[in-house]
């Protein structure tokens, strides 16, 4: 379902989600950000991006929720590759906030795919944007190698994310956010620590590594 979502100035964005973040953000990222937020509000009445029950808690819920993965990524440099990109969280956020990381974002749906790209386009990032869907059997143009994984809205089975698994780093990690209930993990991972959500006691990031 297709929602409107409020016109939030420039100013009043930054303090809500600098308030969301776990860390500083530097004026460019935040600029970045509300790009993304812009231009999520222009979609969102055509297409449907963010559902109804949290169109009032865009900064806060999907913001804040995929901000909440920077700890997860200290370094300078990387490749992390997002599934099911959707309206963009977390991937695009953490593009944004690392600058210096390689980003892939992965959206089955076309019409999501195209508004992916509009975003980056707006946002000056420089994200690839895949339009496949993710088997067992991993598509073409897939990326080879990468250091991070990120799912946020998408269930996958253990046998594809097991073979999304095989093409990380010798120390790569997969960060699930996850509810209650922990989803099937690939074989020969194990969950290394998890990072509670502000605001919820049940949703929280699950970090993935090599047993």
Partial sequence: MAVALPEIPPAAFAEAVRAAAPEP??????DRLHAHYEE??????????????TAAEVVERHFGESLAALP????????LVDLGSGAGFPGLVLAAARP???????????????????????AGLSC????VRVAALLPPGFPDAYEVVTVRALRL?????AAVAERL????????????????LPSGWVVAGETPLSGSVARRILRLERA
């Fill in 25 to 30: 953000l530097p004026s460019e990222t935040v």
């Fill in 169 to 184: 780093s010798p120390a790569g990690r997969l960060l699930l956010w996850a509810g209650t209930e922990a989803p099937p």
């Fill in 157 to 161: 089975p253990p046998d594809t994310l």
């Fill in 72 to 79: 997860h990524l200290p370094e300078p440099v990387g490749r």
């Fill in 128 to 131: 690839r944007c895949l339009n």
């Fill in 40 to 53: 999520l509000r222009r979609w969102s009445t055509r297409l449907s991006l963010i559902g109804p029950g």
């Fill in 100 to 122: 210096g990381w390689e980003v892939t974002l992965v959206e089955a749906q076309e019409r999501k795919w195209a508004f992916l790209q509009a975003v980056a386009r707006r």
